[in-house]
């Protein structure tokens, strides 16, 4: 076998079972057990993907030395919002793609709440091509789904280029929303791929939103998107994943009510997959409202400590399938 590239002397970190015979230092987790061993070693690559691990005698079209660093595999970030078409004076895909890329994010899948909303073939199509040769790593599109166009999407959904469907439940940036269940169900029933969920109930958004116009403080938005907005919105969701038998990827989720109900559910079936985003596990309110004021806001929310705990548990207990980073770009005057 011939390699395209070897990277040598490289630092990284291996499960103790799968260690080549190299210098190799324990690591231990906080219970004691060495689960992680780092190992200076060499790393072989082809096509894109690490094939080998621990020797450079392969021959190989280029070598590396890594010596003093330590490699990681590229990070797949599944949930990213660049803003082209139609907000590129935020970020667009060359700019977006080339920090993701100096960032260590190799592969992105993006979000179709772009203007116009990515919903048909030709605004596919579209983004493709402004994709091409522009983009800096390698990315998939999703197509968001919509009243209008819920007849196409078992055809859509094929295209190449295509990650899945995106649907969002409750009202955030952008056009697209679907917070009728009979129009839900409807995209449940149209195709296969896994539906992509921005999950919280549009009606109940709607009941409260007096709550933030009349406060005016930003301290009140996880009070405006309380947990019973985000749980009713995704015990649906997996209800009409029960009944359709549609695979459904749940984003950012953000209470203990809704970690308590998906472990629960995905000890029954393999339809759900679960996400948490870093600013959830890593911020808490109100002190981050107190702290950053509207640079914190975002939905759904950043919510109290109990929650911030209850998401490292479902991390920590393989509750949570991915960790993205719901990149997406606005400008200080928004």
Same mark, same amino acid.
């Given at each position: #076998?011939?390699?395209?590239?070897?990277?040598?002397?490289?630092?990284?970190?291996?499960?103790?079972?799968?260690?080549?015979?190299? *210098?190799?230092?324990? *690591?231990? =987790?906080?219970?004691?057990?060495?689960?992680?061993?780092?190992?200076?070693?060499?790393?072989?690559? *082809?096509?894109?993907?690490?094939?080998?691990?621990?020797?450079? =005698?392969?021959?190989?079209?280029?070598?590396?030395?890594?010596?003093?660093?330590?490699?990681?595999p590229?990070i797949?970030?599944?949930?990213?919002?660049?803003?082209e078409?139609?907000? #590129?004076?935020k970020?667009?895909?060359?700019?977006?793609?080339?920090?993701?890329?100096?960032?260590? !994010?190799?592969s992105?899948?993006?979000?179709?709440?772009?203007?116009p909303?990515?919903?048909?073939?030709?605004?596919?199509?579209?983004?493709?091509?402004?994709?091409?040769?522009?983009?800096?790593v390698?990315?998939?599109?999703?197509?968001?789904?919509?009243?209008?166009? !819920?007849?196409?999407?078992?055809?859509?959904? *094929?295209?190449?280029?295509?990650?899945?469907?995106?649907?969002?439940?409750g009202s955030?940036?952008?056009?697209?929303?679907?917070?009728?269940?009979?129009i839900?169900?409807?995209?449940?029933?149209?195709?296969?791929?896994? !539906?992509?969920?921005?999950?919280?109930?549009?009606?109940?958004?709607?009941?409260?939103?007096?709550?933030?116009?009349?406060?005016k403080?930003?301290?009140?938005? %996880?009070?405006?998107?309380?947990e019973?907005?985000?749980?009713?919105?995704t015990?649906?969701?997996?209800?009409?994943?029960?009944?359709?038998?549609?695979?459904?990827? !749940?984003?950012?989720?953000?209470?203990?009510?809704?970690?308590?109900?998906?472990?629960?559910?995905?000890?029954?079936?393999?339809?759900?997959?679960?996400?948490?985003?870093?600013?959830?596990?890593?911020?808490?309110? %109100?002190?981050?409202?107190?702290?950053?004021?509207?640079?914190?806001?975002?939905?759904?929310?950043i919510?109290e400590q109990?929650?911030?705990?209850?998401?490292?548990?479902?991390?920590?207990?393989?509750?949570?399938?991915?960790?993205?980073?719901?990149?997406? %770009?606005?400008?200080?005057?928004?």
């Open positions: #076998m011939s390699l395209d590239l070897i990277i040598k002397n490289a630092t990284v970190l291996l499960n103790e079972n799968d260690s080549p015979s190299a *210098k190799a230092k324990s *690591k231990k =987790n906080s219970d004691g057990k060495p689960n992680l061993i780092e190992v200076t070693t060499h790393v072989g690559i *082809k096509g894109g993907k690490i094939v080998q691990i621990g020797s450079e =005698n392969t021959p190989s079209a280029q070598m590396i030395d890594g010596k003093g660093l330590h490699l990681l590229g797949i970030d599944s949930q990213v919002h660049f803003r078409p139609g907000m #590129m004076q970020e667009d895909l060359q700019s977006g793609t080339l920090a993701a890329a100096l960032g260590g !994010v190799t992105v899948f993006e979000m179709p709440n772009t203007n909303a990515t919903t048909t073939a030709e605004l596919f199509a579209d983004k493709l091509r402004r994709a091409h040769g522009r983009a800096w390698n990315y998939g599109f999703y197509i968001g789904g919509s009243a209008e166009n !819920v007849d196409q999407l078992a055809e859509l959904e *094929k295209a190449p280029g295509c990650s899945g469907i995106k649907v969002f439940m955030s940036t952008g056009s697209l929303l679907i917070d009728d269940e009979a839900l169900e409807a995209v449940f029933r149209k195709g296969s791929r896994r !539906v992509i969920l921005h999950s919280e109930d549009e009606k109940r958004l709607r009941e409260r939103k007096h709550l933030a116009l009349e406060s403080d930003v301290r009140t938005h %996880p009070v405006w998107r309380d019973l907005t985000a749980l009713t919105s015990q649906l969701a997996v209800r009409l994943s029960l009944e359709t038998k549609r695979p459904i990827h !749940v984003l950012h989720i953000t209470t203990q009510e809704e970690m308590d109900f998906l472990r629960a559910q995905k000890r029954k079936t393999d339809l759900i997959s679960v996400e948490v985003l870093p600013q959830h596990l890593t911020l808490a309110a %109100p002190e981050c409202y107190e702290r950053l004021g509207t640079l914190a806001q975002q939905n759904p929310p919510r109990r929650h911030q705990d209850a998401l490292w548990k479902a991390v920590l207990d393989g509750t949570v399938d991915v960790l993205g980073s719901d990149h997406a %770009p606005h400008t200080l005057e928004e």
